[in-house]
């Protein structure tokens, strides 16, 4: 087969790559979706909350799939479901297997990324204890709940407060489950304030900070956990220990991006973003493959998500289209009090959208310089579960030479 | 005189002001921590009646997947939160749906519809549906 884009991935990343690819001149576009139907992770996020900034409508994940999805259906792209990619080559062919097909090959002139994460299971973080069943990550308790109508469990323990993991607090408790807790490790949650109040706060669902499971007990299920208070080292203290008894752990300690694909095209990876080495189109270093979403980098909105694969779409659509590329790069990197920066690279094509997670959490009035320009952005605040969004316009970027560096300072 | 004094957190928007007020039997004395008018309607409408989205499930026949997303299409009095997932809980739905379809009026006597939030074809569980455009 060929192709002039092929999209990997239909989360809401994929779903507007697709889109603008289109839109932007690609005839020949290509979506591939390893499940058996389009919208990934949309469709058993069945809160509210998704697209406020993008439509200015208050969606939830399955609607806002099914916006998409209905814009999809009225182009001519092709998709196919049930379709696993199992390799991608530095001159972006792509390998897939589907039960039709069986392998087969798409030559395409260019690549999106959009495969999103996993979730960083029991393994990832190292919980002592026995092996009974009863433990899960949110995400699929969330897929449980929602899409095929089992209740994970009765008396609930979740561990990390993830985005994720509070939106199934709540979730459970609507449910007729017992939620005893949430335990964070960090000295601050880890999901959105909004989440913290809606989900937990509204239900009486304790949240337990600086404080993690150090031991998971029961045979066959699941019969308790110990949890300890952390020092500030996040080590736990001894004889700070606490039985919980309870029948289910939930996970919601982390997002890792899907990288065997990436990493199989020879696509320098960050070890800050743990995505692909991304520049401000969305590409990364190996021409014509562009990433997006969460793939690239955890993000806290779908309107974020959505916003790297319009730019994703429409330049991989860009490069499809031309026929000469040229390629001028200056790296952006993280200075004072900045623990993420998303992009890494500048290619001088569009304007700069930096997302930037601080490393501190900062409540007073701040200033986020870009230098070498002579640019600042004001901010009331700044916390490391609430990432920041700063747009740098491209005519200001033309002349640069040096690196970009981003510091956050209190005013 | 009945003083009692009440903690909010503000989700209008993601600055999250917290906000303390104080009331003097029943009465709001003074409401501080907001940095906009707007958080002090939110708290206003938290001491009088906490609305919410209630976003759930619904079981359903003939689909592939066993559970229908729905949602208010309003929000409800936060106290009825419960009672419309009892209510909801007896409640199995036949496949075809089209997404925004009306499920149920006046939920729990809410006032609020119960809407589709996805389109649920009808199909098979487990057949393996066209996987080509």
Known sequence: ?411 | MDVEKKHFTCVICPIGCEIDVELHDSNVVSIEGSKCAKGKEFVSQELKEPMRILTTTIRVKGAKWAMLPVRTDKPIPKRLLFSVIEELAGIELQAPIKVSDLIITDIAGTGANIVATRNMKRENKGKLVQIER
């Open chain 1, 1 to 411: 087969m060929e192709a002039d884009v092929t999209v990997i991935g239909s989360g809401p990343a994929g779903l507007v790559a697709v889109l603008h690819a289109y839109e932007n001149g690609a005839k020949n576009v290509l979506l591939l979706e390893r499940e058996e139907e389009l919208g990934g992770i949309l469709k058993q996020c069945i809160h509210n909350g998704f697209g406020l900034e993008q439509f200015k409508i208050d969606y939830t994940g399955p609607e806002y799939a099914e916006r998409l999805i209905e814009e999809i259906e009225n182009t001519d792209v092709r998709y196919l479901l049930n379709t696993m990619v199992i390799a991608l080559s530095p001159d972006r062919t792509v390998t897939a297997v589907n039960p039709d097909k069986g392998v087969f090959k798409v030559k395409s002139k260019s690549v999106v990324l959009a495969m999103g994460c996993r979730e960083r299971p029991r393994g990832g973080i190292n919980i002592p204890g026995t092996r009974p069943a009863g433990v899960y990550t949110a995400g699929v308790a969330q897929r449980f709940v929602n899409i095929d109508g089992y209740l994970p469990g009765k008396e609930i323990v979740v561990l990390g407060s993830g985005d994720i993991g509070l939106i199934m607090a709540r979730r459970l408790t609507l449910e007729g489950a017992q939620v005893k807790g949430v335990y964070e490790i960090m000295d601050y949650p880890g999901g959105l304030k909004r989440n913290i109040v809606q989900c937990l706060n509204d239900f009486n669902i304790p949240l337990h900070l600086s404080q993690t499971v150090t031991e998971i007990r029961g045979n066959e299920r699941v019969e308790g956990v110990v949890v300890s208070r952390v020092d500030e080292k996040m080590q736990p203290i001894e004889g700070s220990e606490q039985f919980i008894a309870c029948d289910t752990l939930l996970l919601s300690v982390g997002l890792i991006p899907e990288n065997e694909l990436s990493k199989g095209a020879g696509i320098e990876l960050s070890p800050i973003t743990n995505g692909p080495v991304t520049a401000e189109t969305m590409e990364t270093v190996v021409p014509g493959i562009f990433s997006c979403g969460n793939v690239s980098t955890v993000f806290d909105l779908v309107d974020y998500v959505a916003e790297t694969g319009m730019t994703a779409g429409r330049n991989a659509a860009r490069f499809a289209t031309a026929s000469k590329q040229e390629r001028k790069s200056i790296e952006v990197i993280a200075g004072e009090n900045v623990r993420m920066l998303f992009p890494q690279r500048y290619f001088f094509k569009d304007d700069l959208v930096l997302f930037i997670r601080c490393a501190k959490p900062i409540e007073r009035p701040l200033r986020i310089d870009v230098s070498p320009l002579d640019m600042q952005f004001k901010k009331l605040y700044a916390r490391p579960n609430e990432m920041i969004r700063v747009k740098v316009p491209k005519d200001r970027l033309r002349e640069i030479t040096e690196p970009i560096e981003v510091n956050i300072t209190e005013r």
